[in-house]
């Protein structure tokens, strides 16, 4: 693709968005990587919740699903297809991933409901918050002209809807009111895919005599 290895490998380091949303990411599961971590405390449970919201809520249902969209809606216009399949497939587990941590996240607080508290609670809206804002920083620095179906403010929309839902489904009261721009991934997300990889076609390709090592 003609792009520069070591610059590619750097932007987290010199673009302030990516630095800036990849010391927040390090920092969602920190404490409970801790060898030290219990959660057999009231500060435990309640640092095991913020964890779990962290991981599941923030990272696989927020930060992942912007990334789905963005390489997906090239896929429709049959551009990129290859990897475009490949994150159909990834969409559908990471769907699944979510739901359990969803799940996981309301049963801790059905069994444990002293863990919920008013405080709590607004911390992990302000968390949530947070990670809205860092994720439509990155959104408009990786598309600061727009594509034709896609551009900063689209995302925005999107970021902000999907993080409504992951509060509702928590118990949280949604912040933005935002509508879906991309109403096709919730089709996508339905999509029942039963193909199995290994035995699908070859549509794309070059032959070898048409490839050289430059």
Request: net charge negative.
């Amino acid at each position: 693709l003609g792009l520069d290895e070591g610059e590619i490998f750097n932007m987290y380091r010199e673009i302030p968005s990516i630095a800036a949303k990849d010391e927040f990411e390090m920092e969602l599961t920190a404490e409970i990587l801790d060898p030290d971590f219990t959660c057999e405390t009231f500060e435990g449970g309640q640092t095991l919740l913020k964890n779990l919201i962290g991981f599941y809520l923030i990272m696989e249902g927020i930060f992942f699903y912007s990334g789905f969209v963005m390489v997906l809606s090239f896929h429709r216009r049959n551009l990129m297809t290859g990897i475009g399949e490949q994150f159909q497939y990834i969409l559908r587990d990471e769907t699944i991933h979510l739901n359990f941590g969803l799940d996981l996240i309301n049963g801790i607080k059905a069994e444990n409901p002293e863990l919920w508290t008013e405080d709590f609670q607004e911390q992990m809206i302000a968390r949530i918050r947070k990670s809205v804002e860092l994720e439509i920083n990155y959104a408009q620095d990786c598309l600061p002209n727009g594509v034709m179906g896609l551009n900063g403010d689209l995302f925005t929309d999107y970021v902000q809807y999907i993080a409504d839902r992951r509060l509702e489904r928590i118990g949280l009261p949604a912040q933005y009111g935002s509508s879906n721009p991309f109403p096709w991934m919730s089709e996508t997300m339905d999509l029942s895919k039963e193909k199995n990889f290994f035995e699908t076609r070859v549509t794309e390709y070059q032959s070898g005599g048409s490839l050289t090592w430059d």
